[in-house]
């Protein structure tokens, strides 16, 4: 599916991608749901995220860490703070430093828990896009404090794209495990 260019297309494939993962989830055997995820043998998986996440526990915990990031941002901006996406002291290049304060921050949250966690934040932001005309997600300057870009784009991330990296670490996880 294309990166979505409007709200129509945001939401529809924010909810897919949602339904997809959970689909993938649900279809997990139990080796597969208790084995830690371990992609060391696999070279080019060498950004941070494949040895941070242990398990679908941490990839949702991260998802909803993400939507909680995603959530104050807009809300800060829409009642007249001046707020970067990224809490201080994070930017674009140190994010690695900031995921890792959510895995530890998530080390004893349950699967249960993180699934019901990210089913609720997931609803939430929809419910925040659906607050947005097609117009200020997706016109350049209509929500400022997103620069360049657009608000759409950094629900696009926060969701639909992010869901498909989920799935794909999941699959990759499933993969090694089938390898096994």
Known sequence: MPRPRNKEDLLLAAKENFEKLNTLIDSLSEKEMTTLFDFSA?????????????????????????????????????????????????????IAPMNETF???????????????????????????????????FLSKAFPAVGGSVLGSYFVSSTSSHYDWAIKKIKAHQKNCKAK
């Open 42 to 94: 696999d070279v080019k998986k060498t950004e941070m995220h494949w040895q941070r996440d242990k398990n679908v526990r941490d990839v949702l915990a991260h998802l909803y860490e993400w939507h909680q990031l995603m959530l104050r941002f807009v809300d800060g901006n829409v009642d007249g703070k001046s707020m970067q996406f990224l809490p201080q002291p994070y930017n674009w290049r140190t």
């Open 103 to 137: 895995w530890e921050k998530h080390q004893g949250t349950s699967l249960e828990e993180a699934r019901e966690l990210l089913a609720k934040s997931h609803a939430e932001v929809l419910q925040k896009i659906e607050s947005f005309s097609n117009e200020e997600l």
